[in-house]
């Protein structure tokens, strides 16, 4: 009798209810739950999690190990790397000044979400910016504009109010200025200098 290696993943899990048009790439190991619609251009890799009435159009790319939570809508133009974390009914755009009576779709701006970013539930994410590596923004804010990595975001429009480790505290350094700070959890330091933050 022969084992399967404990690095051996399964193909993907697709719910009976879930919608999957033909020619989506679905990478092994990912589960699709209730009621999701995932259109056929899109690509998405190992590892993910689409939770229940989530939507993810065709232009639009998912690195490994995604999470999307329940309700949330990934447009065309959204690039999401690897273990990117989008809490419940958070909101994506694609057109900055939409109307129903003017058709935009050559002007989608292209969002892009770094890897390990956080994007908290209901929270809004504006088209067209970046949002750094392992930033974290807050329940309920609203994102206009590129995010540095490792900021931590909150209110509307969002404000940087601090810094997040990539384990996910909050790191005890200023805004600006420089030093340095040490994660409890897993020793890795972080160090300031000319308001950007980056782990040694």
Known sequence: MTHASPTTLAPAVIHPSAIVDAGAQIGVGSRVWHFVHVCSGARIGERCSLGQNVFVGNRVTIGNNVKI??????????????????????VFTNVYNPRSAVTRKDE????LVRRGATLGANCTVVCG???GEHAFVAAGAVVNRDVKPFALMAGVPAKQIGWMSSFGERVALPLTGSGQWKCPNTGAI?????GQLSRS
């Open 108 to 111: 989608y701006r292209d969002t």
């Open 129 to 131: 910016i970046t949002i």
């Open 190 to 194: 972080y160090s300031l200098s000319s």
């Open 69 to 90: 939570q329940n309700n949330v809508s990934v447009y065309d133009n959204v690039t999401l790397e690897d273990d990117v974390f989008c809490g419940p009914s958070m």
